[in-house]
């Protein structure tokens, strides 16, 4: 059986918005190449997401709103874009670790649809570290809260990139961490799986 064509540009683009955000992005490609590209590219749907974020705390910012209440829109809003992914999987991660069983329990755990006493005392902590670090920049000023929505989202979107890296397995043979593990190749080197 003949390797997947390499993926275009597009192609990449296409898979990291039409994963990581609600933006009606049509995924084209459903491949390893394309997951490549895709996870290259997720920093770049940051980049979307935090400067969106950053534009709804500024826009309650001019009226004079207020700094907490610009930075409750501004974590807000990334909730929205990616339909909450990294939250359900934060709360997924929090419950698996919390529950002390051994590593396959956890994971069953994790895959569960519902959010155990450990994922919500986690989301609720870390929205609400969010929110405070953010109105303590934005009650600095304007341009350094907008600036650290935006490079929050960047950053949490290039640990995906090197979370994809060759020699960085997936927790589970299934689902989406296993569609992108190990197709960014390190530096120099080439992906584990093509």
Not at 20 to 42: F, H, I, S
Not at 106 to 133: C, N, Y
């Amino acid at each position: 059986m003949s390797a997947p064509s390499p993926a275009s540009p597009s192609d990449g683009l296409r898979f990291a918005f039409g994963t990581l955000t609600v933006l009606p992005v049509r995924v084209t490609r459903w491949d390893r190449p394309a997951a490549r590209g895709g996870m290259l590219c997720a920093p770049l749907a940051g980049l979307v997401v935090g400067a969106a974020a950053a534009a709804a705390g500024l826009l309650l910012l001019l009226p004079g709103a207020g700094a907490p209440l610009a930075a409750v829109a501004t974590v807000a809003v990334p909730a929205v874009l990616t339909r909450g992914l990294h939250l359900d999987g934060l709360a997924d991660v929090a419950d698996g670790l919390g529950s002390g069983k051994p590593a396959d329990d956890a994971l069953r755990i994790m895959k569960q649809s519902d959010i155990g006493p450990f994922g919500v005392l986690t989301l609720v902590l870390v929205l609400l570290a969010q929110v405070a670090a953010l109105a303590q920049a934005y009650g600095d000023s304007w341009a350094r809260g907008a600036l650290a929505a935006v490079a929050a989202a960047v950053a949490a979107r290039l640990v995906l990139t090197l979370a994809a890296r060759a020699g960085v397995p997936p927790a589970r043979p299934e689902g989406l961490g296993a569609a992108v593990a190990g197709v960014v190749p390190r530096a120099g080197g080439t992906p584990a799986r093509a």
